[in-house]
């Protein structure tokens, strides 16, 4: 089995979709794309800078967009036929939400879109900001990080936790790091997955009425327990529980080596997951679509799949 898994927000560099405007099919996906989340995607993706795509509101639509894009370049049948199971990092849940069936492409750009405004909004009454804590023992770290007035708000195993909090938190914590690790502060502009963000929760529902869940097509894992959610209502509820509870990378990680995954494919903007998974999933072939480039070796894994089957 085959995992797909759709990165989050932090993935994200200047220009990154510059080799997929190359495809004849991506500049009017983009457009459509771009019309439901009321920004320009492909100048974002292409020409805009650093700080420009820090934003929230810039990087959540555009993250979700670039998966949809480069699911649709490498996928020509319904997922559903395949032998996949599906997983996303924070907004990552969105694409792999779409791709599942559970949302339509439209649905996922309104509901992604709203979400980065409202924790945009929520972002911005107080100063919050995130920092990779990696390396050290896992409990010294949970410990430092609770110390600090912090919240270990991404869990993504493979040594690496991420903390979000206020400034003077992670200041704290970048004093007073754990034995054996390194603090890293993170390109994202909140406390993300925390308390910080239960204004945008409650934006969400008010938007889920417009919402027409339907059940997921394909193994669908929650960022919440490393499970699969079988009920579109479910899955909804998760996308929007998720933004001020913790992301429980690590447990995803677990349930798809016990799912007996073999390989995993990380979509655009690709990277930090199978970084990850080659860390914490030991045997398991990754490829990361960053570029048009690396679709030849994610068919190849497919067939590869298929060989053994």
Do not use: Y
């Amino acid at each position: 089995m085959l995992a797909i898994v759709c990165p989050g927000q932090g993935s994200q560099t200047p220009g990154f979709l510059a080799p997929w405007l190359e495809l004849p099919s991506v500049a009017g996906h983009l457009a459509a794309l771009s019309e439901i989340a009321g920004i320009d995607l492909t100048a974002h993706g292409t020409t805009s800078d650093e700080e420009t795509i820090k934003d929230t509101a810039v990087a959540q639509p555009l993250i979700v967009a670039a998966g949809l894009v480069a699911a649709k370049s490498l996928f020509d049948v319904e997922l559903s036929t395949l032998p996949v199971v599906l997983a996303g990092h924070s907004v990552g849940e969105i694409t792999a939400s779409a791709l599942a069936g559970v949302v339509t492409e439209a649905e996922a750009m309104t509901f992604v879109r709203e979400r980065a405004n409202s924790m945009a909004a929520a972002a911005a009454v107080t100063p919050t900001g995130m920092s990779a804590v990696v390396g050290g023992d896992s409990v010294e770290v949970l410990a430092a990080i609770e110390a600090s007035g912090a919240t270990p708000a991404n869990v993504n195993g493979a040594g690496q936790t991420v903390a979000a909090g206020t400034f003077d938190q992670l200041k704290f914590l970048a004093d007073n790091p754990p034995a054996k690790a390194r603090v890293i502060p993170l390109k994202v502009a909140g406390a993300f997955h925390t308390s910080h963000m239960s204004p945008a929760v409650s934006a969400l529902e008010a938007l889920k009425p417009t919402l027409s869940p339907q059940n997921p097509q394909v193994p669908l894992l929650s960022n919440f327990d490393g499970q699969a959610v079988t009920e579109g209502s479910a899955a909804v509820e998760s996308l929007i529980a998720q933004v001020s509870r913790p992301v429980r990378w690590d447990l995803c990680m677990e349930s798809l080596v016990q799912r007996g995954v073999t390989g995993v494919i990380e979509l655009a903007p690709a990277g930090t997951l199978t970084g990850l998974a080659k860390r914490g999933m030991p045997g398991v072939k990754t490829v990361a679509v960053k570029t048009p480039e690396d679709l030849s070796a994610a068919l190849a894994l497919f067939a590869e799949l298929d060989g053994q089957s």
